[in-house]
């Protein structure tokens, strides 16, 4: 299965999750707006980005969770993220209804407030943390890194060692 | 069936800590035949509980400290400062757990060398500074390193500045990962002499233990065969096959009492539910890391030990050493796959000693690894300073970079400064209403230029390597530090030491301390393996004082 076809495989079982009632603290609006600012730090173009790894079922499943002590802060940072919309494009109120330049725009907004590198942090964690947690869906966030997680591995592990052990 | 001891019967020696020393104390004591309740105020944990989970990591901290907000400490450079709060990470990184911090450590294991233990005979004092001789000589100290390859389990294969050993290395290095290729080539390029490094990891059977699947999940992991030497693989064991030794986990010693006669009779602690529980015992080791061995002390103050217990020298808590940890990296064109295997498999250490032609005091060696190297901490602080942190680009950069990059680490010398220390904060306090251990700390300007020194060579070494590109993030003055040494040095002057040259302390005649905190110089970094050997030592004089009532 190439990326591409499973790119839109994710996206469709993605398009139902935001009206599926499993989301467990977020709202839908909250959802979909985590959904584009985690979007836009891992865009899907070309390769699963966070949308196709599940980071915000990820923040939402931690949130109800190991992660409870964060729903404030999270909830502080979708707020400031729609002001700051609103403020660069009146009569707009989420950054989900913008077009992708826009997007990026409230980005580059946002990208110097305080709570940022939480955001950042938590679509880190939901792409590259274990897929029982419920992203990194498929290990596809692993796969972006050429990472993977087995209990053993074997020499030669690398380019240079490989050739270093053919050697004379 | 586990043994235990009556809380009301003096045990011979009650141990605090069950790290690289506590463990090591544990199994000795006991086997030379003394009964030992070791205290451990973290979890007892089995190779099967370790887990390949960085997000666990990151939650539960179990290598910093077990668990969030219970344990706050504060930081401050100098002592004119208030301390603040710094809660992620904290300046005094530990692990909390039966085997301590020798659970998670990346396992580079080097002996110093006899320079460091005379280094102030051989260059002089250093004004402003505590730099001193230790009480003990590389010759006394090298059968115990000995007993430390073969006992822990040390792989390696001799390297050109080798100090003299005794023995072979019981097992053979473990096989070089691309990281030590590419430092092998640079070094060679630049007339750099590259050598397997010595790790506490064995690389085939040996004890009993396996040797190293080479899963990745090493530095800051707890290893699920048991190949990694922490006491709690290689001493832990053995110390309860005896019979006499009984490990009670989840008990946070806070205090050690003393009878009129001066010597400690009592050990106060909290169980795991905080309520406190007394334990008599005819002798204390206190080995619970550099730390939290002052703050047992601190804690133990009295009518007759004002300071604290130990404390007649006031040199508690004081010439805290975290060692210099500067690094550079370099991105290559083939894929070296750094995240498998062990962290370490070459070093050089053409720069261990002191050049007085540099300029500055210090020494260091350089290791070849992949920090940071797991998925999360890659995702936050791998790439190059100046790259992007969100976007296509970054996106793109996390997969140009992640298995094509190495790290070289320098380790320094870090001077021995009398206002860098472990003391209690006068605000802050802890879940047991303690106050919270506060840092002073501030490299010393040369700990620094020793520092930049090693990221200058390690450059050089990258280019010569043939990296396409190599970043070098700016060193600056550390704010928290993994190794914590000094803070109850050694020492034949109990106005300048607070423990003898057997470990006892000059002030009760039944205590002894043997942990980090023992060591008088910092070495050039990777300080467990002397921790280790001082522990070696420690419990064969400890031993035999207690069989010749001496105690």
Redesign the interface.
């Known amino acids: 299965m190439s990326f591409p076809s499973l790119l839109g495989a994710a996206e469709a079982t993605w398009k139902q999750k935001t009206t599926d009632p499993s989301l467990k603290v977020l709202s839908e609006a909250e959802a979909a707006e985590l959904d584009a600012v985690t979007s836009q730090i891992f865009p899907s173009d070309g390769t699963p980005g966070a949308r196709e790894v599940g980071v915000v079922n990820f923040i939402d499943g931690s949130l109800e969770s190991f992660n409870s002590g964060l729903i404030e802060p999270v909830r502080n940072a979708v707020a400031d993220i729609q002001a700051k919309t609103a403020a660069l494009f009146p009569g707009e109120s989420l950054m989900s209804g913008l077009g992708n330049e826009d997007q990026i725009a409230v980005m580059k907004a946002i990208e110097s407030e305080p709570y940022f590198g939480l955001i950042r942090f938590l679509t880190l964690v939901g792409m590259f943390s274990h897929p029982s947690y419920g992203g990194n869906r498929d290990r596809m966030g692993w796969k972006l890194l050429g990472f993977d997680d087995r209990h053993a591995w074997i020499p030669p592990f690398g380019y240079y060692d490989a050739e270093y052990s053919r050697e004379d | 069936m586990r043994r235990t001891f009556s809380k009301n019967e003096a045990v011979d020696f009650v141990v605090v800590g069950s790290g690289a020393a506590g463990g090591i104390m544990a199994k000795e004591l006991a086997e030379a035949g003394f009964n030992v309740v070791v205290f451990e105020q973290g979890p007892y944990l089995k190779a099967s509980d370790f887990r ?4 666990a990591h ?2 539960n901290q179990e290598w910093m400290g077990g668990n969030r907000g219970e344990h706050p400490q504060t930081f401050r450079q100098s002592v004119d400062e208030e301390a603040q709060r710094q809660d992620f990470p904290p300046p005094l990184l530990y692990a909390r757990l039966v085997g301590g911090s020798s659970v998670h450590f990346t396992a580079n294991f080097w002996r110093l060398r006899p320079v460091d233990f005379k280094e102030k005979s051989l260059l002089g004092p250093i004004e402003g500074t505590g730099f001193a001789d230790w009480p003990i000589t590389y010759e006394e100290l090298e059968p115990y390193y000995t007993r430390v390859d073969w006992e822990i389990g040390v792989s390696g294969a001799p390297g050109p500045f080798d100090p003299p050993r005794s023995k072979p290395y019981p097992v053979p290095p473990l ?4 990281s ?3 430092l ?1 080539k640079g070094a060679r390029k630049l007339g750099l002499h590259s050598q397997p490094a010595p790790m506490a990891i064995l690389s085939q059977p040996h004890n009993g233990r396996p040797g190293c ?4 999940f090493c530095m800051l992991y707890g290893c ?1 065969v048991g190949a990694k030497s922490s006491t709690l693989a290689a001493m832990i064991p053995l110390a309860e096959a005896t019979g006499r030794c009984e490990i009670r986990a989840e008990s946070t010693v806070h205090r050690l009492e003393t009878d009129d006669s001066g010597r400690v009779r009592r050990i106060l602690y909290w169980d795991r539910d905080g309520v406190e529980h007394a334990q008599e015992a005819k002798a204390v080791v206190v080995c619970a890391n550099g730390a939290e061995t002052p703050r047992i002390l601190f804690m133990s103050e009295s009518a007759r030990h004002p300071n604290g217990l130990g404390n007649s020298s006031g040199k508690v808590g004081k010439y805290l050493m975290f060692n210099g940890q500067p690094a550079a990296h370099g991105r ?1 064109a ?8 062990a962290s370490v498999t070459r070093i050089i250490h053409d720069f261990y000693e002191t050049d007085p032609k540099r300029g500055f005091y210090g020494g260091g060696g350089i290791d070849a690894r992949f920090m940071p190297g797991t ?2 901490w ?3 602080a791998g790439l190059p300073p100046d790259a992007p ?4 680009e ?2 793109r950069m ?2 140009e970079f ?2 094509y990059t190495m790290t070289l680490a320098g380790h320094t010398t870090s001077l021995a400064v009398e206002t860098n220390s472990v003391s209690l904060d006068p605000e802050v306090k802890d879940k047991f209403g303690r106050p919270a251990l506060r840092t002073t700390y501030k490299d010393h300007p040369d700990d620094m230029k020793m520092s930049w020194f090693l990221n200058d060579r390690s450059r050089e070494i990258l280019e010569a390597a043939g990296a396409e590109e190599v970043w070098v993030p700016e060193y600056k003055e550390q704010t928290l530090g993994a190794h914590l040494l000094g803070t109850c040095r050694m020492g034949d002057d109990p106005e300048e030491s607070v423990v003898d040259r057997y470990h006892r302390s000059h002030d009760v005649q039944n205590l002894f301390i043997c942990d980090g905190s023992s060591m008088v110089t910092s070495g050039r970094g990777q300080p467990t393996m002397t921790i280790m050997a001082l522990a070696f030592r420690a419990a064969e004089h400890i031993a035999g004082f207690a069989k010749r009532g001496e105690i």
């Open positions: 390949h989970d960085e997000l990151f939650l096989p070089v990962k691309s030590g290729v590419l092998d699947i080479h899963c990745g699920e290559f083939h894929p070296l796959n750094e995240f498998k295997s998925p999360i890659f995702g936050l942190t969100w976007g296509s970054y996106k996390l997969g992640y298995n």
